[in-house]
């Protein structure tokens, strides 16, 4: 039931960001310049952010085996870095270094 | 049916297809690894299809899957799903010109809305097909198109898991990927390097000092009170030349 709960939640969640300027444009006139300003600024940082979020708990290895814990994470961002750097293909790039961490964790 | 005066040789399925085609293998692919993530954590066909026909946002869906094994966040969840998504109320402010022109697929094109369908949408049309009935079935195919091979790719992630021993441990590990292209998408084409940068700072030290799953929302509100202290700085210093 709970599951019910939180799909409906996160389904309504996510259809007001997608609607809300329209209904709110429809009774402004213009957009408050903050607006804008947070508009370009927000969204390399809430990325930034979003990465770290991802990263949040792989911090327990730190305690156990240091630096060397991390092999399969440094080994996929190498490859992303290096497939992204060379191809630029968004979707070759998450391919790879998905297909990395999987191949050092089976 | 309305008959334009120049003969349609494409039909708006295959504009749309064509338009489409790398972003619904992109997204096919990411949503298998998200149904064998879901089958991962003990959830079944039921969720692979409500999950991406419902919600249809990849990021956030798969924080859900946290949730749905960490009961009594609901509030969390809500707020966590209104700051993640929150790129998506500047997608509608970016076409908010076009959109609101749609007739009969307004609500569907707005539900749709997600990062994939706005990026080809925004790189794909021009001003004067806007407002031509043919271009505007062809992106509700283009927004249909991604949105069935999320759902398709779930399903079919999600059996594999489930019905075969098949178990790739690890595909978590794609959200993590997406988020670090986007990353460097972001960084690369941003003229101003430091958001990016107090981003990854603030969200450091909002992990140290909230933990794992609390520390995207005071991360996100710290980032905008430092960029409108910034932004105030920055704007007293323009008046204060001003005058001089």
């Known amino acids: 039931m709970y599951a019910f709960y939180a799909i409906t939640l996160t389904a309504l969640c996510t259809f007001f960001t997608r609607s809300f300027p329209f209904l709110l444009l429809s009774r402004l006139n213009k957009v408050p310049s903050i607006v804008t300003f947070l508009g370009q600024v927000l969204p390399p940082a809430i990325t930034a952010i979003f990465v770290v979020f991802c990263f949040r708990d792989s911090f327990d290895y730190f305690h156990s085996s240091g630096l060397s814990g991390y092999y399969k994470e440094i080994a996929a961002i190498c490859g992303i870095l290096l497939v992204h750097k060379i191809k630029n293909n968004d979707v070759l790039s998450v391919f790879t270094g998905t297909a990395i961490y999987v191949i050092l964790s089976n | 049916m309305i008959q334009t005066s120049l003969p349609q040789s494409n039909s708006p399925i295959k504009k749309a297809l064509t338009k489409a085609l790398p972003a619904m293998i992109g997204l096919f692919f990411l949503h298998i690894a998200y149904g064998l993530t879901l089958a991962n ?53 970016s076409l908010y010109d076009h959109i609101k022109d749609y007739k009969q697929f307004k609500p569907y094109m707005i539900f749709a809305l997600c990062d994939e369908t706005f990026t080809l949408i925004t790189s794909s049309s021009s001003k004067e097909e806007t407002l031509q009935f043919e271009t505007q079935k062809t992106f509700f195919y283009l927004a249909f198109l991604n949105q069935l091979s999320c759902v398709a790719g779930s399903v079919i992630g999600n059996l594999l898991g489930t019905q075969s021993t098949f178990s790739l441990r690890g595909i978590e590990f794609s959200l993590t990927a997406i988020f670090i292209v986007a990353l460097l998408n972001n960084y690369r084409q941003s003229q101003n390097k430091r958001p990016t940068i107090i981003g990854g700072l603030i969200g450091i030290i909002s992990l140290l000092l909230f933990g794992g799953t609390h520390m995207v929302l005071p991360a996100i509100t710290g980032v905008m009170i430092v960029q409108v202290f910034q932004r105030t700085i920055q704007i007293r210093r323009h008046r204060k030349l001003s005058f001089t």
């Open chain 2, 41 to 93: 954590a003990g959830f079944g066909i039921l969720y692979a299809l409500t999950i991406p026909t419902f919600i249809f946002s990849g990021s956030i869906s798969f924080i859900l899957i946290d949730f749905l094994t960490d009961a009594d966040q609901l509030l969390s969840l809500g707020l966590l799903t209104l700051f993640i998504n929150s790129r998506h109320i500047f997608y509608g402010l």
